[in-house]
């Protein structure tokens, strides 16, 4: 088993930036891949970026390409999601989850976090 735990959610205004981290613990070796989610309210589950846990190789949804960035702390088991020129479409739960293939899809991810809500202001 692998337990996730989301932090660093809040309220924004447009432009301003957050930083959300998702902390694994338990046998996290078994992890390939990292992602991050979000969920608005009467959306669906919409990937926003991975990352390998291994290589550090990274894949953002095109549609925070070049506002959010994902990166990886081995030592401290921990990934980060940064979030930059935050819109008000950004608000949603976002949650991170973990697995063992490489995939934007919810089905190809394991274990999941609880969530941490973001929202952001016009």
């Known amino acids: 088993q692998v337990q996730l735990v989301e932090s660093g959610g809040g309220l924004v205004q447009a432009g301003g930036s957050l930083r959300l981290s998702c902390t694994a613990s338990?046998?996290?070796?078994?992890?390939?891949?990292v992602g991050w989610f979000r969920q608005a309210p009467g959306k669906e589950r919409e990937f926003v970026a991975g990352?390998?846990?291994?290589?550090?190789?990274?894949y953002p949804a095109d549609s925070v390409k070049g506002r959010f960035t994902i990166s990886r702390d081995v030592a401290k088991k921990t990934v980060t999601l940064q979030m930059n020129s935050l819109k008000p479409e950004d608000t949603a739960s976002y949650y991170c989850?973990?697995?063992?293939?490489?995939?934007?899809?919810?089905?190809?991810?394991?274990?999941w976090g609880q969530g941490t809500q973001v929202t952001v202001s016009s």
């Open positions: 989850a973990a697995g063992l293939s490489l995939s934007t899809q919810p089905e190809g991810y394991r274990y």
């Open positions: 338990g046998r996290t070796l078994s992890v390939y891949g």
């Open positions: 990352i390998l846990w291994n290589t550090g190789y990274t």
